[in-house]
């Protein structure tokens, strides 16, 4: 079975902050993806990454930053200079590499809110 | 270039009603995938429609159905609605060009009140 672990349901920070959003994952596939979106108050999910499960390359993408650690199951999100407008609801996500990539088994989300 | 459309935006039904959400995936797009979002489950995928063929499904009661035309847009339905089905219903669409993964496109969502 497959199963995202998101313990952090709320974290709160203060402006310029850097902030790390947790995720955990279990699946018997050798093969899979893991992805983050992003679920502003207007509700429409936002696509944030996505990494294979033979990629465990580090990504950095402008304050964005992700660390896949295979060994321990984890998909970890950094956000760093934290911003107002980074407030939102943040889900991690993870599906079969072939055959099912769009059946997306989500995380029940952490609520990121950035105070100024 | 048009995002993904989902109509009507709010609804609000009563118990044992009947409901059909509808979604306009991005032009071009023939995959579309359902999903609900509610505070106790969290997000859960429903089903997934490529060629008006429905690829993948969630586990969901039969209740949930859908389908996929052939211009791409979707419909599911809510049979016998039950006050558990008061959710936000997310549509996705992607491309699917050559069986490979394209970016999932979300619409804003229909969300559902059954009284």
């Known amino acids: 079975a497959q199963k995202v672990t998101q313990a952090q349901t709320e974290i709160s920070v203060v402006e310029k902050e850097d902030v790390t959003l947790d995720c955990v994952y279990e699946t018997r596939d050798t093969t899979y993806y893991l992805f983050w979106y992003k679920q502003p108050p207007s509700g429409e999910l936002v696509f944030l990454i996505r990494r294979n499960s033979f990629d465990e390359q580090n990504e950095i993408s402008g304050r964005y930053s992700w660390n896949f650690q295979k060994s321990t199951s984890s998909f970890n999100f950094t956000i760093t200079a934290s911003q107002v407008v980074d407030s939102a609801v943040y889900f991690c996500a993870l599906s079969k590499l072939s055959g099912g990539y769009n059946k997306l088994i989500f995380g029940a989300g952490t609520r990121l809110a950035v105070h100024p | 270039k048009a995002g993904v459309t989902q109509t009507p935006r709010y609804l609000i039904k009563t118990r044992g009603q009947q409901v059909t959400l509808s979604c306009s995936p991005i032009s071009g797009h023939r995959s579309v995938s359902w999903y609900q979002q509610t505070p106790g489950q969290g997000l859960q995928f429903l089903f997934e429609y490529f060629s008006e063929t429905q690829r993948n499904k969630g586990n969901f009661p039969g209740r949930f159905s859908g389908r996929q035309f052939s211009n791409s847009r979707s419909e599911m339905n809510v049979s016998t609605l039950e006050l558990g089905d008061s959710a936000l219903y997310l549509c996705?669409?992607?491309?699917?060009?050559?069986?490979?993964?394209?970016?999932?496109?979300f619409g804003p969502g229909t969300r559902l009140t059954v009284l």
């Open positions: 996705a669409s992607s491309l699917v060009l050559a069986g490979t993964w394209d970016e999932q496109f």
